[in-house]
Every structure is written in structure tokens, then in C-alpha cells.
């Protein structure tokens, strides 16, 4: 059982590059979350995933898309990588709610924008 | 709308004394609320949660936190600090009618032998 798994650990990009970030969970969660996290700025919700095809924008969506592949995979594409995504982004599932509630995070990708 | 204030960006500590993180929320229904401790370099682990019951709540490590509604607050707490806790400690809010978790902007834990 890995949990949430994220790919790649890191990314160095020009701006302009495009690049997805992959995760996938193997804990049959229903919702999935992409944040990014910048210093002294908490995690900041990018997208959600609240079921399998559909998705809704967080906080700061505007340069990322999403892709709810299947139940296990959430992708996040920058398709015009801008230096002001230069973060750390992190991928997290949760269950259904009730006493199940908790998201689980993956490992974080880093992502440099030069 | 939902939001969530830690109003310390660091905490220092000697090893063996107590140990406080402050967290205050705000939320327009019910709230699930939640700690998570990050270490350098890695992702989020969960510590506890509050969702409903007794208000006073235990999780890993040895930490706990009380829900104290009228002051819409939810401290976490340890009795006696490790140089190991040294860490990013993060609350976090969810509105029971909403999917969003909403997080504080982080408290840094240092703990000295």
C-alpha cells in the first residue's frame, strides 16, 4: 500500500515550458486535491477532485489545468510554466467523510521555473 | 467562507517543557479541524482531528488538541517538547458542507536540548 505517490521530485523549467504533475493514490479514495505550498503562505488549494470525472477550481487555479483520469490518478498541467509557479506542489486524497475524514499528502514535487 | 489563523510564525521551547501551537478558525457551519506536522524536505504527516465528541483529542506522537468552540479555537498541545518535534505544524479547517480544507499559513517548532 504506497499511499499517495507523486512524479517527478523535482522539475527545472524555462518559462514557457509545459509539464504535467502526476499522482496517483491506491487507497480507493473518492476526492483528490492538488496544493501548492510557498513560504509563509500555508498550502493554497490549486484544484479538486470531489469523485471520479469531476473537478472544481480552489484558490489560485489560473495557469494549471486537471485531469481526474480514473479514481486512482489527478494530474496537474502548467501548460505555460511561469516563474511565479516556481513551489512545492502536493498531491492528497481523502475518503468519504464522516469518521474517515483526513487527507493524505503525497511526497511533494519542487518545481523550479527559470 | 472558511479560514484558518495561527498567530505565531515560530515557537521556541526547551526540551521537557510544555508545548503550545496556536490555532483559531472561522467557518459558517461545523467545523473539521485537523493538525499536520511537516519535516524538511517531506510531505504532510497527520497528527489528529476533531470531527465530533469529546473535545479534547489525542493523536500521534503524544500530541493533543481541545476544541474550545466559543473561542473557535484548537490549540495543540504536548506536555513535555522532544528536539524532535522540531517541525512546520499546520491547522487546518473544513466547513462539514464543504470539500475544501482550508490551512493556516504554518507555526515553526524548535525545540532545544
Known amino acids: 500500500n504506497a499511499g499517495v505517490t507523486q512524479t517527478p521530485k523535482f522539475q527545472v523549467l524555462k518559462t514557457g515550458q509545459s509539464m504535467t504533475l502526476q499522482c496517483a493514490q491506491d487507497m480507493n479514495h473518492n476526492s483528490m486535491y492538488w496544493y501548492r505550498q510557498d513560504p509563509g503562505m500555508g498550502l493554497r488549494l490549486i484544484y479538486y477532485s470531489a469523485s471520479e470525472g469531476t473537478t472544481d477550481k480552489g484558490e489560485v487555479p489560473n495557469g494549471y489545468n486537471v485531469s481526474r483520469l480514473n479514481k486512482r490518478e489527478f494530474s496537474l498541467r502548467l501548460e505555460s510554466a511561469a516563474p511565479s509557479q516556481t513551489s512545492v506542489y502536493f498531491c492528497?486524497?481523502?475518503?468519504?467523510?464522516?469518521?474517515?475524514?483526513?487527507?493524505?499528502f503525497g511526497p511533494g514535487t519542487r518545481l523550479l521555473v527559470l | 467562507a472558511q479560514s484558518v489563523a495561527q498567530p505565531e510564525d515560530q515557537v521556541n521551547v526547551a526540551e521537557g517543557n510544555p508545548l503550545t501551537v496556536k490555532c483559531t478558525y472561522s467557518?459558517?457551519?461545523?467545523?473539521?479541524l485537523f493538525w499536520y506536522v511537516q519535516y524538511p524536505n517531506r510531505g504532510l504527516q497527520f497528527l489528529l482531528k476533531y470531527i465530533t465528541g469529546d473535545n479534547l483529542v489525542k493523536g500521534s506522537y503524544g500530541f493533543e488538541a481541545e476544541f474550545n468552540k466559543s473561542q473557535t479555537s484548537f490549540h495543540l498541545k504536548k506536555p513535555s517538547a522532544l528536539v524532535s518535534d522540531s517541525a512546520l505544524y499546520f491547522c487546518?479547517?473544513?466547513?462539514?458542507?464543504?470539500?475544501?480544507?482550508?490551512f493556516g499559513a504554518g507555526t515553526t517548532v524548535t525545540v532545544r536540548a
Open positions: 492528497a486524497s481523502r475518503p468519504s467523510g464522516g469518521r474517515l475524514e483526513t487527507q493524505y
Open positions: 467557518v459558517s457551519g461545523n467545523p473539521y
Open positions: 487546518a479547517v473544513r466547513d462539514v458542507g464543504d470539500y475544501k480544507l482550508s
